[in-house]
């Protein structure tokens, strides 16, 4: 396994990104072609990207981080063969080393299935462990979906 950052993503990169991405986050979410993906990119600024690589150069993980009113965010994802096995901590830990706070949404909510049909699991005593704060009077909900806020901040 190995971890590359990079300014852009090429194609095959996005598509391997948009499986990933139906692969772990609810159904509710799923891309359905590169024109979403690359729509919801769009509103990044300040984009960087790390990638998970494995032995046969796919991608297995992907952490994002971007601006957004003034604070930084991130998204960010690990295949589910691959969950458990420290490369989200990697991630997140490396982004410490770059900034003081760093911010998310994260789902809070048991009641989302994944395009397989199995439930999705909210991440959130993930993020606890990694040392972020959720905010549940800081809501991001549409008619599909609800989130919470949740922020590290350097000591």
């Known amino acids: 396994m190995r971890f590359l ?3 852009h993503l090429n194609e095959k990169e996005k598509l391997q990104l948009i499986e990933l991405w139906n692969e772990v986050y609810p159904d509710i979410l799923q891309f359905k072609s590169t024109y979403e993906f690359d729509k919801y990119l769009s509103k990044l600024k300040d984009v960087r990207h790390t990638l998970l ?27 589910s063969d691959l969950q458990g096995q420290g490369y989200g901590s ?13 911010s998310g949404w994260v789902i809070c909510e048991h009641e989302y299935t994944k395009k ?14 990694n040392d972020f704060m959720l905010y549940p009077e800081v809501i991001f909900e549409t008619d599909v979906l609800k989130t919470v806020k949740m922020q590290w901040k350097k000591n």
């Open 116 to 129: 397989n049909g199995k439930p999705y699991k909210p991440p959130v005593e993930f993020y606890e462990k």
């Open 53 to 79: 690589f494995d032995d046969a150069n796919d991608i297995k993980g992907w952490f994002a981080d971007f601006l957004r009113n003034d604070e930084r965010w991130f998204v960010m994802m690990v295949s």
């Open 5 to 7: 950052t990079v300014l």
């Open 90 to 102: 990697s991630f997140l830990n490396e982004a410490k080393k770059h900034f003081d706070s760093l």
